[in-house]
């Protein structure tokens, strides 16, 4: 673990421990924890200061793109889901939370897993739900706490006294996201522990489109037997308004610069930044996984995504699994907000993960 130090009159402090920072914020009295993981990789000492800068007067950074108005994504459905199981797994009671990073004995499992791979069919599949790392935006929420983050999280990034560039939009794993996306692919390598969550069935991999867990996938699916890895809009964090939840277009933006939709300037679209994974344009289409257009038209810079709205988007995206997944297993790495909405869906709590941690799920189709 880096030791880092911040100078309170005179003395410094070690950063390991929570620090408290009285801050003058609107008349608000702010208490801010030092980081205490590898996130600290990058020097942090007038973070707060820039934070505070940036709530009074902005900053160069700020977004003034307005994206156009897409279609709703919503549509009427035919049939809906449940998780058909009780007592199988740790993460089905909400409180169970982890109080940091890490994993549940077992990734939460209470029976054997062929006690659950026996309750698989044609309309049941075991989704493992895998947090993406430890991402800039995290790190940044956690040493400034909720009120400057709130502040600054829908800016393109900022600039602290010193000279420290942190870049929220689409933002990308710290060092202490990719060693937990390391530790997770070890877990999952060791002792034939993947061949036996999965029951050694035939395996996909969906992913949401997102710098952070496209490089967390990378790393946790590396040398992994899947069928497929396919890309998919649907599964994106909570839409709107902070910038770390917008997608960059899949093509290269005209000269560097921002694309037609979307918040924040960028050099390299998908393809070019993530050549080993596809990312088909399918629209409206819903025989396949993909992205419904090349910018992201689902991302709105004045209006967040309200948590009913993103359950609708989790049922539609197991109508869109069910009908072009024949596998039983399916592997899903997303975001907190969407996990927790897809268990919503499936009428389970909804559990919060911490950074790459798993949580599995049985899940059931059934018409209405």
Same mark, same amino acid.
């Given at each position: 673990?880096?030791?880092?130090?911040?100078?309170?009159?005179?003395?410094?402090?070690?950063?390991?421990?929570?620090?408290?920072?009285?801050?003058?914020?609107?008349?608000?009295?702010?208490?801010?924890?030092?980081?205490?993981?590898?996130?600290?990789?990058?020097?942090?000492?007038?973070?707060?200061?820039?934070?505070?800068?940036?709530?009074?007067?902005?900053?160069?950074?700020?977004?003034?793109?307005?994206?156009?108005?897409?279609?709703?994504?919503?549509?009427?459905?035919?049939?809906?889901?449940?998780?058909?199981?009780?007592?199988?797994?740790?993460?089905?009671?909400?409180?169970?939370?982890?109080?940091?990073?890490?994993?549940?004995?077992?990734?939460?499992?209470?029976?054997?897993?062929?006690?659950?791979?026996?309750?698989?069919?044609?309309?049941?599949?075991?989704?493992? =739900?895998?947090?993406? $790392? %430890? #991402?800039?935006?995290?790190? @940044?929420?956690?040493? *400034? !706490?909720?009120?400057?983050? &709130?502040?600054?999280?829908?800016?393109?990034?900022?600039?602290?006294?010193?000279?420290?560039?942190?870049?929220?939009?689409?933002?990308? =794993?710290?060092?202490? $996201? %990719? #060693?937990?996306?390391?530790? @997770?692919?070890?877990? *999952? !390598?060791?002792?034939?522990? &993947?061949?036996?969550?999965?029951?050694?069935?035939?395996?996909?991999?969906?992913?949401?489109?997102?710098?952070?867990?496209?490089?967390?996938?990378?790393?946790?699916?590396?040398?992994?037997?899947?069928?497929?890895?396919?890309?998919?809009?649907?599964?994106?964090?909570?839409?709107?308004?902070?910038?770390?939840?917008?997608?960059?277009?899949?093509?290269?933006?005209?000269?560097?610069?921002?694309?037609?939709?979307?918040?924040?300037?960028?050099?390299?679209?998908?393809?070019?930044?993530?050549?080993?994974?596809?990312?088909?344009?399918?629209?409206?289409?819903?025989?396949?996984?993909?992205?419904?257009?090349?910018?992201?038209?689902?991302?709105?810079?004045?209006?967040?995504?309200?948590?009913?709205?993103?359950?609708?988007?989790?049922?539609?995206?197991?109508?869109?699994?069910?009908?072009?997944?024949?596998?039983?297993?399916?592997?899903?790495?997303?975001?907190?907000?969407?996990?927790?909405?897809?268990?919503?869906?499936?009428?389970?709590?909804?559990?919060?993960?911490?950074?790459?941690?798993?949580?599995?799920?049985?899940?059931?189709?059934?018409?209405?």
């Amino acid at each position: 673990m880096l030791q880092r130090s911040f100078v309170v009159k005179g003395e410094a402090l070690p950063a390991v421990l929570v620090v408290t920072l009285l801050l003058a914020v609107s008349g608000s009295v702010l208490s801010v924890p030092a980081a205490t993981s590898r996130g600290d990789s990058k020097p942090v000492d007038n973070l707060v200061a820039a934070a505070q800068s940036a709530l009074r007067q902005g900053d160069k950074f700020s977004s003034a793109v307005t994206p156009k108005d897409d279609d709703d994504i919503d549509r009427h459905r035919k049939t809906s889901f449940t998780s058909p199981v009780d007592g199988y797994f740790i993460q089905e009671r909400a409180s169970r939370a982890l109080p940091e990073p890490g994993q549940h004995k077992n990734f939460g499992a209470l029976v054997p897993w062929d006690q659950v791979i026996s309750k698989l069919n044609a309309e049941t599949k075991l989704l493992f =739900l895998i947090r993406h $790392g %430890q #991402a800039w935006s995290n790190y @940044l929420e956690e040493v *400034l !706490g909720p009120d400057l983050w &709130y502040g600054v999280v829908s800016k393109c990034g900022f600039t602290t006294g010193n000279g420290t560039d942190y870049q929220i939009f689409d933002a990308e =794993l710290t060092d202490a $996201g %990719q #060693a937990q996306a390391e530790n @997770l692919h070890a877990m *999952l !390598g060791s002792n034939s522990t &993947y061949k036996t969550i999965t029951g050694n069935l035939p395996t996909r991999a969906i992913v949401s489109p997102l710098s952070r867990c496209l490089d967390t996938a990378s790393i946790v699916l590396a040398d992994m037997p899947v069928t497929n890895i396919n890309t998919e809009e649907l599964i994106r964090e909570t839409l709107g308004s902070d910038t770390c939840d917008a997608r960059r277009s899949v093509s290269d933006p005209p000269g560097g610069g921002k694309p037609e939709t979307g918040p924040c300037a960028f050099d390299r679209g998908l393809k070019s930044k993530y050549p080993q994974y596809d990312f088909p344009v399918r629209g409206d289409d819903k025989t396949d996984f993909g992205l419904l257009t090349d910018d992201d038209h689902l991302w709105k810079k004045n209006k967040r995504e309200k948590q009913k709205h993103q359950v609708r988007r989790a049922e539609k995206f197991l109508e869109t699994l069910f009908i072009n997944a024949e596998e039983q297993v399916i592997v899903v790495v997303t975001h907190s907000g969407f996990i927790r909405s897809l268990l919503l869906a499936v009428d389970r709590e909804p559990y919060r993960p911490k950074n790459a941690e798993v949580v599995p799920a049985i899940i059931q189709m059934r018409n209405r």
